[in-house]
């Protein structure tokens, strides 16, 4: 029972275009969202993050939108670079008590590809 | 170099050994976790601590699976009785209030 999907396993982009990844979750007590990279042979690496109360949080080229009445979000990345070739993980946390975000959920990954 | 760390970052074990990993984290977060991934699919939950509490454990962590934290710094996950299907990708994280800071994994292969 996969609560974050990620549908599209991989996706390939013209370096300076637009990449578009989504996700969508089932769990409806998830309040916290994140975007995770991850190169061969390292672990993942933090990207952007969104709280339930928000719909948009951007940082540089990164964007994350979500859509809450959906159960869906997404992250754009302008101008994709070749450097950015990874896969991308979306995670989601129900914070509980406390605020913190333990006990991540992640999606099945999203393979990016930036072709120079 | 003071991201979280874990040691081996490569095991190969015969079905039916014991292994140990350790991790050690970012040293100002108080909260260590440990996840499994396998191959196509997304990091999974395992256990997490606060401090030296283990507070949760997830179902995937059988009775030979045990975790522990005994000062509230480095952490070790120990597999006993090792099967194949534990070949995974085991990854610690670390965090305070925040994200998660994750370590580069420990690749264990059982044959």
């Known amino acids: 029972d996969q609560q974050v999907k990620q549908n599209s396993p991989s996706l390939s982009v013209q370096e300076g275009r637009i990449s578009i990844l989504n996700c969508d979750y089932t769990n409806s007590m998830f309040d916290y969202f994140l975007w995770y990279k991850k190169y061969p042979a390292e672990g993942p690496t933090f990207l952007i993050s969104?709280?339930?109360?928000?719909d948009k949080n951007e940082d540089g080229r990164f964007t994350v939108f979500l859509n809450k009445s959906a159960k869906h979000l997404s992250l754009h990345i302008v101008p994709s670079q070749p450097g950015d070739s990874a896969v991308y993980f979306c995670?989601?946390?129900?914070?509980?008590?406390?605020?913190?975000?333990?006990?991540?959920?992640f999606g099945k990954g999203t393979l990016l590809t930036v072709n120079p | 170099d003071t991201g979280v760390s874990q040691d081996p970052r490569h095991k190969i074990t015969k079905r039916g050994q014991n292994v140990t990993f350790r991790c050690d984290p970012i040293s100002e977060h108080n909260r260590l976790y440990w996840y499994r991934q396998t191959l196509g699919q997304g990091p999974e939950f395992l256990t997490y601590f606060q401090n030296e509490a283990q507070l949760e454990k997830s179902r995937l962590l059988s009775d030979r699976f045990s975790a522990e934290r005994p000062k509230g710094s480095f952490s070790t996950l120990e597999i006993q009785r090792t099967e194949q299907g534990d070949s995974a990708m085991y990854l610690c994280?670390?965090?305070?209030?925040?994200?998660?800071?994750f370590g580069p994994g420990t690749r264990l292969t059982v044959l």
């Open positions: 994280a670390s965090s305070s209030q925040g994200e998660q800071f």
């Open positions: 995670a989601a946390s129900d914070r509980g008590n406390g605020g913190s975000n333990y006990k991540l959920t």
């Open positions: 969104i709280s339930s109360i928000k």
